[in-house]
């Protein structure tokens, strides 16, 4: 058995034996033998930096002396970029340039004076070194160590919609006097980013500032895509630099959805009301491309209008489940849901007196049963659906006319037909319902139709039919058409009679006085396929599609 004064004796000639072999160690490595080991080395291959100190345009670097057998040298990493975001010591020695190599371990200092002209200087260092085995083996310094050049350096300090729907980009001046320009870059994109260089090398540029104080743009273009991604870069004395952050925004003209109909509002002369078919109506401001408020019913909605009953218009959405909602166009809220007793889809519905017509659609699209039926607000019924059910096709449409006369249209695959007419009238005498189908026909159906202010012609057709309407005679007639050749996407007519046709093949709209169909007054091209026109004092309000995004643009006439 051992004995406490052997066991102490053991370990004073352990401790002599672990002096001895660090004194070896660092005779080994070292190129100076009259060098003593610093207070702060280490004993392992990695090390750790200590500081990086700018002085008369030069940079000193210093770190932890590495004392370790089979030292080789240590190698000196510089990265010099516009943002100090991604440092990190691997990526400084992976992307940067190797400026130095020493191979006294007991060296722990390097001056820099060369530094790049650049917002950020950042280094790391590597220990290169044998293992056991005199296999290469290297460590990477376990921190960085980076200096701002303040002088050179900036950001964006803000992005922002104004009141007028422009975005504006504001970013710190520089004070450089060897100074040149600014130049904002743009990418407006689906996807996000990772740098402001990303943008800048990819984006789109606008013509250079030349003046330092001027240091904030206001963009009035009109963008597609759901972002707005915002860079900028500066020049001076020839050279370029990146600002060091990137700003985004999401693009206000941009929907978000695809849209199946748009509205005026007539209680708000400068809003349009945009139907998400998923049950979302939204309040959109013309002026300052902002949504004013949102409606979410979540349900499916189909086509919608604005009626009038007891003197206040409001707005009727037809729902699935046999619902159909009616909007107040002032406060935005749902002023009643009426419950009309079916599973069926309920796909148009307009006021009419005390009524309210509509069509009913039976929920599976290929199966066309259903009918236009008539709801009594006042006793809270359906007066005519033990009539039985009757053929009906999805994109059936019911339209307004005037007192109790309507127009309902539907599309079987033909661009026109004449056997039917568009305009009715509606008769409830003690409940019995009647619908007056002797108008002679017109060429119209559901997929373009654009009534005129004064009610008494319509166009339809994706040819843009002229029929006009004669109520006390019955008589609906076709009197020409707004195109031999090019199809329509969507009408409108305005308080002066002139109408106003979308044409998506070719990017355009034409405009035409009323009854001159074979010349056009004005031509308007748009950005890209118009779906949807509006027309508001002095402008033309569109909803396009650019790939698979639906956005606003606005035409001032």
Not at 110 to 137: K, R
Not at 168 to 174: Q, R
């Amino acid at each position: 058995m051992k004995t406490k004064k052997t066991i102490y004796l053991y370990l004073n000639y352990l401790n002599i034996y672990k002096l001895l072999l660090t004194i070896l160690i660092v005779t080994g490595c070292s190129t100076n033998d009259e060098e003593s080991i610093p207070e702060n080395a280490v004993f392992e291959p990695q090390t750790e930096l200590i500081s990086l100190d700018e002085s008369n345009n030069e940079l000193m670097l210093q770190w932890k002396p590495v004392i370790i057998e089979k030292f080789l040298k240590y190698k000196i990493y510089r990265l010099d970029i516009y943002t100090d975001a991604y440092f990190n010591p691997s990526v400084i020695v992976n992307s940067g340039q190797l400026i130095k190599e020493i191979d006294n371990n007991l060296l722990n200092s390097f001056t820099d004076t060369n530094i790049p002209f650049n917002s950020f200087i950042a280094y790391a260092v590597v220990t290169e070194y044998l293992d056991s085995n005199n296999i290469l083996q290297t460590a990477i310094s376990i921190n960085y160590k980076s200096y701002e050049n303040v002088l050179l350096s900036f950001e964006i300090l803000s992005l922002e919609k104004q009141n007028d729907g422009t975005i504006k980009v504001t970013w710190e001046k520089d004070n450089n006097d060897d100074f040149e320009s600014y130049t904002v870059h743009i990418i407006d994109g689906n996807t996000s980013y990772s740098s402001s260089q990303s943008i800048i090398e990819n984006g789109t540029s606008f013509n250079p500032l030349e003046n330092k104080d001027d240091n904030i743009l206001v963009d009035n273009i009109q963008y597609k895509n759901k972002f707005l991604l915002y860079a900028v870069s500066k020049k001076i004395n020839g050279r370029i630099i990146y600002s060091k952050n990137y700003l985004s925004i999401n693009n206000p003209r941009n929907l978000g959805f695809k849209p199946s109909q748009v509205l005026k509002n007539p209680f708000k002369n400068d809003e349009l009301i945009i139907f998400n078919p998923n049950g979302e109506i939204v309040f959109f401001d013309i002026n300052n491309l902002e949504i004013t408020s949102k409606v979410e019913l979540n349900n499916k909605i189909f086509h919608s209008s604005i009626g009038s009953y007891n003197g206040e218009a409001d707005l009727y959405i037809p729902s699935k489940n046999g619902k159909i909602y009616i909007i107040d166009l002032d406060t935005y809220s749902i002023k009643e849901t009426i419950d009309l007793d079916t599973d069926n889809n309920i796909i148009s519905a307009i006021p009419i007196n005390d009524y309210i017509l509509f069509i009913e659609k039976h929920f599976y699209s290929h199966v066309i049963n259903g009918g236009t039926f008539v709801y009594d607000r006042i006793n809270n019924t359906v007066l005519n659906r033990d009539n039985g059910s009757h053929t009906t096709y999805l994109n059936s449409k019911l339209f307004n006319a005037y007192d109790n006369y309507f127009f309902s249209l539907t599309y079987k695959g033909f661009q026109h037909y004449d056997s039917r007419t568009a305009t009715r009238k509606l008769t409830v005498n003690n409940s019995v319902v009647s619908i007056d189908y002797t108008f002679n026909g017109s060429y119209q159906n559901s997929l373009l139709f654009a009534l005129s202010p004064d009610k008494t012609y319509f166009i339809s057709t994706t040819f843009g039919y002229q029929s006009s309407i004669d109520y006390q005679n019955h008589s609906e007639t076709t009197v020409g058409r707004y195109s031999e050749s090019n199809i329509f996407g969507d009408a409108k007519i305005s308080n002066s009679d002139k109408i106003y046709l979308t044409v998506p093949d070719s990017n355009s709209i034409y405009v035409f006085n009323k009854n001159n169909f074979s010349l056009k007054e004005k031509e308007y091209q748009t950005s890209s396929t118009p779906v949807f026109i509006e027309l508001f004092e002095n402008k033309i309000i569109l909803v396009n599609q650019f790939e698979a995004n639906y956005y606003i643009e606005t035409i001032v006439e």
